[in-house]
């Protein structure tokens, strides 16, 4: 047949010796990336026909990933290259030979071929890695606005050096991920060790840059860092939640926002809500409301005033509530403070004086807030500190002391 096409944007392919096709071509949405991060990177597939198939090449270059990301609208390629086996197609082969100038907008405009006969064993997958793929994330802190500060560059996650690290540099991570300001800069992994890649030293953002990667710093993967240098980011969008009290089921309701710790105000205050906080805290599955309370102005901020969760709500995040306000109320009686049903029962002063029915444990040290399970503000472990589980036993065995009559 002749070697030219009918019709606009039809091209030519070689299917084998002497033979010549039309290829039709499908909209940009018939091209997709397979087992990535993100739909900017990994594995070749198209739409053709109607079946998704495999592209093959042994010779794929960055001029051919470059055709792939320019028609997916992910920027520009960072990595052309072949999958190893764990991460080959298992489908039919759609194309193999593929050769692009590195202009062309679309897959199918590259001097392409079609496979001559089923073929098993092929093994030149193609994959790409487009700049549209890279992205930021927060890890090992309680909520995706504090954490850990890592990049997902060229296909893998890694982290950043802590050299020159400051709040210019966090301003740029919170407002990538929505998560308003930066209050604290931490360095030295204090949201723990990374592990694989460190990929951006010496950043030294003005502040105002769209995303990290935008800054002035060292080239993509040089450093004279270690994992111990990670650089870390806690955002004004940040929360948590927790029971005052050192037992961690009971007391004032607080939730860690803005950076400071502030109260929840009482009113609309429901079951369904006390419930889910005692829930969410790993203290059991029902609260009650403390009510003989002082009088007086309240110290600090208070956050929230009328949060109404209800039955379909599986997180205290979820529940309808008044706007954010630093002063939501201002009397102490106006407070939530709840006791939930897991509150552990100890005994105070010596055991041979008996015990009382008390709610709350000796204060194991300042600020430390055990049971607050995920939403708890990460802190050093201190030393010394024994679980609630430990010492309910402890209790239990005291209470057998007690109890058994003398022989």
């Not at 002035?216 to 860092?225: E, L, N, S, T, V």
């Not at 939501?328 to 029962?345: A, L």
């Not at 100890?346 to 041979?352: E, Q, S």
């Not at 030393?383 to 009559?405: C, I, K, M, S, Y």
Request: proline letters at 6%.
């Amino acid at each position: 047949m002749g070697d030219t096409c009918q019709g606009a944007g039809l091209p030519g392919v070689t299917e084998g010796p002497g033979y010549f096709a039309c290829l039709r071509t499908e909209p940009s949405e018939s091209l997709w990336l397979v087992g990535g991060g993100s739909r900017c990177d990994r594995r070749v597939e198209m739409l053709l026909h109607g079946t998704w198939v495999r592209v093959l090449d042994d010779q794929w270059d960055v001029n051919d990933a470059s055709v792939v990301c320019r028609q997916l609208q992910c920027g520009e390629a960072e990595r052309a290259y072949n999958p190893p086996k764990p991460e080959r197609g298992t489908g039919p082969v759609g194309l193999r030979r593929v050769q692009c100038a590195g202009k062309e907008t679309r897959l199918t405009l590259c001097n392409i071929s079609l496979p001559e006969a089923v073929l098993e064993g092929i093994a030149e997958d193609v994959g790409v890695v487009c700049s549209g793929s890279r992205r930021v994330r927060l890890v090992n802190g309680a909520g995706r606005c504090a954490g850990r500060v890592e990049i997902y560059y060229e296909g893998t996650w890694g982290t950043v050096c802590d050299d020159s690290w400051d709040l210019s540099d966090a301003t740029v991570v919170c407002r990538q991920l929505g998560c308003g300001v930066a209050m604290e800069a931490p360095g030295s992994a204090h949201y723990g060790k990374g592990s694989g890649k460190i990929w951006l030293d010496e950043v030294n953002c003005s502040g105002g840059e769209a995303a990290l990667w935008d800054c002035p710093a060292k080239a993509w993967g040089q450093h004279d860092c270690r994992h111990k240098e990670d650089a870390g980011v806690v955002c004004s969008e940040f929360t948590a939640l927790r029971l005052e009290k050192s037992d961690g089921c009971s007391g004032r309701l607080q939730v860690f926002y803005n950076g400071t710790w502030g109260s929840v105000c009482s009113n609309s205050m429901t079951r369904d809500t006390m419930s889910l906080v005692c829930k969410e805290l790993g203290c059991g599955g029902e609260g009650s409301l403390e009510t003989d309370l002082p009088y007086g102005r309240i110290s600090g901020p208070t956050w929230l005033d009328h949060v109404e969760c209800g039955k379909m709500n599986s997180s205290f995040w979820q529940c309808p509530s008044a706007s954010w306000n630093q002063q939501s109320c201002y009397d102490q009686r106006e407070e939530t403070r709840i006791t939930c049903s897991d509150v552990p029962v100890l005994p105070r002063g010596d055991p041979a004086d008996g015990y009382d029915d008390a709610r709350e444990i000796p204060d194991p040290g300042e600020d430390v807030v055990p049971g607050q399970r995920d939403w708890e503000v990460p802190r050093e472990a201190e030393e010394g500190n024994r679980p609630v589980e430990a010492q309910r036993g402890e209790f239990f065995d005291v209470l057998d002391d007690l109890t058994t009559p003398p022989s």
